[in-house]
């Protein structure tokens, strides 16, 4: 058989340049004139910046400045008759404005950082408006960016091109057959008779294109055209493609730059819908569009439309792309509350897929979750980037912590940015692991991470791809068609159970720590503001629900998958922890509100008392602990998700049975040394009769390792390199009230630490009260616990329940999760003891055999410069216990870390039934009470309980108001059925690990 050489094969692919190259002939230069300013400008304002005049080759600005250019110029007598276009590039951003002010039209510079194995980012064509065609006059407004999809200054930021020229249609047309067939051999088996057809036409077209006149182009385009009509027959598998935008809301790009990335990229798609009519194309995030809605009116009405035409789909049920290992159980179900009522209130439509093609690992909470908010389906590609193992499956059920399974779908050609080409269609038929149980499998196509969408390139491809002998048919359809597809013959799928961990990127678990920080803080205070507002909503508060809508949106958004996690460049976390300060002072002053009017007595429900102090417990069990008032030490016990009222004759002035030395801190249950050194050599449990700390090491050893990774990842061998530890410079003891605390300052490089570690009467956990002046380049500071306990897993604390991991090494899959996720705590028990690490803002843990390892801070410099450099405050505790984690009480010890009591001393109240009273409790030794809030709609109470051990549990929810009526809801509190209620109470029964979403109507 006659086969072309290899120097053949590589001028006929070499030759699609050649033909591109022919396709735009510019004609004239355009006029430049621009507006420079530092940040972004309306419309209306667009004359405001520094006035200056350019011409290709002048640099107009540095990285994310801003340009309004007036691009005028005449179209040339001889391209009146012919197809004449405007070619654009400013080596930046821009987006075209008609003479109202509304997008028109995006514009992305040639020379990205974009991967250009995944296709060509540059939109530089410009069509010429039909006011331009019939006068000749070239007059247009342009708003640019000085960055390129990923916020990189391109060229030095100088402009690139603005010329008139003319387009070849039938060039053009030549060239997209030409490469559709260059990209089917090049996949096509060798031997086959299919290859060796397809070769022959490309070979013969080259060799008839010289002068690329008429007459060559038609000759060369009927070769090509045979080709091209040869169908594929009986398919055993077909590619659901849809158009995609992947959109970082923030990464290497500040949050405001994402405003002007939405509007290039949703007018080029509305551009592309009118002249390719089988466009089908897809967006997530409601935040996205509410960006566009506020910002960009007009563009928000057309997406509308062609969402009504059944053209624009919209995907996702979160209000953002949110990270699913860092935000609480409640943050993730409020992300499906505001998007998908977003959806549903913006465009009658219910959106039943979650759309996370690029988080970093998934929950095992998530699929009930999902579920309860009314979400079937799952799509991501990430899990293909694991550094270890490769995940199994595209197709498969995923079981959560609980059992609930939802359809999951994990894209075969392992990117969302395909470029929908012959090669990305035939990977996806190679890869898809499950095409022997499924005829369909999805493909994403366009520009993403920075925006930018399908060019006209993609679409071309996909009109010669729909059903092209060689490879799987395509067709442009909604990716929820395709879901429902997939459901239709899912007995044979596999199943995964458990977390999806990625094993990759596991340095997001620590990278920012203050925002990690915030993020947590905000979550435990609006719960504790929407349970007090609440219980004072019912003393005839007005409950400020909008403004808590607007509150918990923007703590949603920070949680996306590139800013909570830590991975975004330095501005935006300058800008997040400035607002994060903000919204916490505004959460604050409305808790403040909310208990000054308990005591207000509207209703009558509370009343001013003559006592003096009120302590508020906001956890669902009843707590005894210690608190300083102004007036001094108090032992508060306090009722569930209630108040006691205390007087100043209760303050204790006596003093305790405590030890407070250099090397030595005691209570009545709990001696602990320490080493010269400062490091906790013991913590002998007096109760319980044992040791701690493992025999012969020592605890809390503030370890500094080197640390060359990214804000991404870890570098898997960091171990193995020498670390250092912070210095001990001076220690000392002391008492205060009920506490012993020894207090000890370290030193390291340019950093220095205080320590007070704290024991308090009666309590068996230790608080390691941590300030950290942290000034290190490429370092981490860990601080480990080697325990004297055995076990084969750890159990570790995640959204609504916890999860068992191994602390061993016995397969590849245990290797690989050598830094894992936690929320408020970390456990390992044996059957007689244990004892766990508690704390109040970290996540990352390196877990193996008898040792907690907890990540405190690092210190990367990509893509977030100085990244944590300055102050910290934390804290972290070392609980021992008898028994297991739930004998032990670890959870309700790390929820009380988290959330202490709450004292008010200026407007103390009294009940009805007394100075003491729990608004709601739960009687049951599992379940948990999580959150108290007012309805989304109407005045109802809802409250969402979870069982927290694993296990059946029968439970009793209590009221102090009086139940008219009360239901059993779905997480976006739309009715299931009725419950039977007495005057204040209701009888539950869980299963394991069950979320319940209750909604009462009170009297």
């Not at 059944?310 to 509350?337: A, H, K």
């Not at 905000?522 to 504790?528: G, H, I, K, P």
């Not at 959460?587 to 208990?595: C, G, H, K």
């Not at 001990?728 to 370290?746: D, R």
Request: aromatic share 10%; charged share 30%; proline share 3%.
């Amino acid at each position: 058989m006659f086969r072309f050489s290899e120097k053949q094969i590589e001028m006929m692919i070499q030759f699609a340049d050649d033909i591109k190259e022919k396709i735009y002939t510019p004609k004239t230069p355009l006029n430049i004139e621009g507006y420079t300013t530092k940040e972004p400008l309306h419309f209306d304002r667009k004359t405001e910046g520094e006035k200056k005049t350019f011409k290709p080759g002048d640099k107009w600005g540095d990285v994310f400045d801003c340009c309004w250019f007036h691009i005028t110029g005449d179209v040339p007598e001889d391209c009146k008759d012919k197809h004449t276009v405007l070619l654009i590039d400013f080596n930046g951003e821009a987006c075209v404005f008609d003479n109202h002010g509304n997008p028109q039209r995006g514009l992305t510079n040639g020379s990205s950082s974009f991967c250009f194995s995944l296709g060509q980012p540059g939109k530089r064509v410009l069509q010429l408006s039909n006011d331009a065609k019939q006068t000749g006059k070239i007059d247009i407004w342009i708003d640019a960016g000085c960055n390129d999809l990923f916020g990189t200054l391109c060229k030095d930021g100088r402009i690139e091109q603005a010329d008139i020229a003319v387009c070849r249609d039938d060039i053009r047309d030549l060239y997209y057959d030409y490469w559709t067939i260059r990209e089917l051999m090049q996949v096509l088996d060798k031997d086959s008779a299919r290859y060796a057809r397809a070769s022959r036409a490309l070979y013969e077209a080259m060799v008839i294109l010289h002068n690329f006149d008429e007459d060559e182009v038609k000759r060369a385009r009927d070769l090509l055209s045979k080709e091209l009509s040869r169908k594929s027959l009986d398919p055993c598998l077909k590619v659901s493609a849809v158009g995609h935008a992947h959109m970082d809301l923030a990464w290497l790009w500040p949050i405001r730059e994402t405003f002007r990335k939405a509007a290039r990229t949703f007018s080029t798609v509305l551009d592309l819908m009118g002249r390719y009519p089988e466009y089908i194309f897809g967006a997530s995030q409601p935040q996205l569009y509410q960006w566009v809605k506020d910002e960009y009116p007009n563009l928000y009405s057309k997406i509308k439309e062609k969402v009504a035409e059944g053209r624009w789909e919209l995907q996702g049920g979160m209000w953002v792309e949110s990270d699913t290992n860092l935000p609480s159980g409640e943050s993730l179900i409020r992300q499906f509350v505001y998007g998908k009522t977003f959806y549903r209130e913006e465009f009658g439509l219910d959106v039943r897929n979650l759309w996370l093609p690029d988080v970093f690992g998934y929950s095992a909470s998530l699929p009930q979750i999902m579920k309860t908010c009314g979400v079937d389906y799952f799509m991501t590609q990430k899990l293909s980037w694991n550094d270890t193992n490769k995940f199994p499956h595209h197709t498969f059920y995923w079981k959560g912590l609980d059992g609930t399974a939802v359809l999951s779908h994990m894209l075969p050609e392992e990117t969302y940015n395909s470029n929908a080409g012959p090669q990305s269609i035939a990977k996806s038929e190679k890869n898809y692991a499950q095409k022997a149980v499924s005829d369909r499998c999805l493909m994403l196509f366009g520009i993403g991470d920075g925006g930018g969408g399908p060019g006209a390139e993609h679409l071309e491809k996909l009109k010669r791809l729909k059903n092209l002998s060689g490879l799987p048919p395509v067709k442009q359809e909604f990716s929820s068609d395709f879901f429902e597809h997939l459901n239709q013959d899912s007995a044979n799928y596999p199943q995964w159970h458990g977390e999806l961990y990625l094993e990759k990127h596991r340095g997001t678990y620590t990278s920012q720590a203050e925002t990690k920080k915030y993020n947590r803080m905000l979550e435990l205070r609006l719960r504790d503001l929407e349970f007090l507002a609440t219980v004072a909503m019912q003393n005839g508060w007005d409950y400020p629900q909008e403004r808590l809508d607007e509150i918990w949106k923007e703590v949603l958004l920070y949680q996306f998958h590139d800013i909570l996690p830590g991975s975004s460049i330095k501005r935006v976390y300058d800008e997040c922890l400035e607002r994060y300060e903000l919204l916490l002072q505004e959460v604050q002053q409305l808790t403040r509100d909310a208990l000054k009017s308990l005591s207000e007595n509207k209703n009558g429900r509370f009343d001013a008392s003559s006592n003096d102090i009120a302590v508020f417990n906001t956890l669902s069990w009843k707590r005894s602990e210690w608190v300083q008032t102004k007036y001094g030490w108090l032992k508060a016990e306090v009722e569930p998700m209630g108040f006691r009222c205390f007087k100043k004759s209760e303050i204790i002035e006596e003093s305790f049975p405590l030890k407070a030395e250099r090397k030595l801190l005691e209570n009545e249950l709990i001696r602990l040394e320490f080493s010269e050194d400062g490091r906790l050599i013991s913590a002998y449990d007096k109760q319980a009769g044992f040791e701690t700390i493992h025999e012969g090491s020592k605890g809390n050893t503030l370890d500094v390792y080197t640390d060359n990774g990214d804000a991404w990842d870890i570098l898997e061998d960091y171990q193995k390199l020498p670390s250092e530890s912070f210095k001990l410079e001076s220690s000392s003891a002391s008492l205060s009230g009920p506490k012993a605390i020894l207090e000890q300052t370290y030193s390291y490089g340019n950093s220095n630490l205080t320590q007070k570690i704290v024991l308090t009467h009666d309590s068996k956990r230790i608080d390691f009260n941590t300030e950290v002046d942290w000034h290190e380049n490429s370092k981490m500071l860990r601080t480990k616990f080697p325990l004297n306990v055995f076990s084969h897993f750890a159990t570790c604390d995640i959204q609504f329940g916890n999860l068992r991991r191994p602390t061993h090494t016995n397969t590849s899959w245990d290797k690989a999760m050598l830094e894992v996720c936690a929320h408020k705590f970390v456990d390992i028990s044996q059957k007689d003891r244990g004892a766990a690490i508690l704390n109040d803002c970290k996540y990352g843990y390196n877990l193996f055999g008898n040792v907690i390892d907890i990540n405190l801070l690092r210190s990367t410099s990509f893509p977030g410069k100085e990244a944590d450099q300055g102050k910290h405050s934390f804290t972290y505790s070392l609980l021992p216990h008898k028994g297991d984690l739930m004998q032990g009480g670890v959870a309700e010890a790390a929820s009380e870390l988290n959330s202490p009591l709450i004292i008010n001393e200026d407007c103390p109240i009294h009940s009805e039934s007394g100075n003491s009273l729990s608004f709601f409790d739960i009687e049951s030794e599992t379940a948990v009470l999580e959150t108290v809030k007012k309805a989304q709609e109407g005045s109802e109470v809802v409250l969402r309980l979870y069982e927290s051990a694993g296990g059946s549990s029968e439970a009793k929810l209590k009221s102090a108001f009086e139940i008219e009526n009360a239901c059993l809801t779905n997480a976006l509190e739309e009715e299931i059925c009725e419950l039977k209620s007495s005057s204040q109470e209701i009888n539950l029964s869980f299963r394991p690990w069950e979320i319940k979403t209750i909604k009462l109507k009170l009297e």
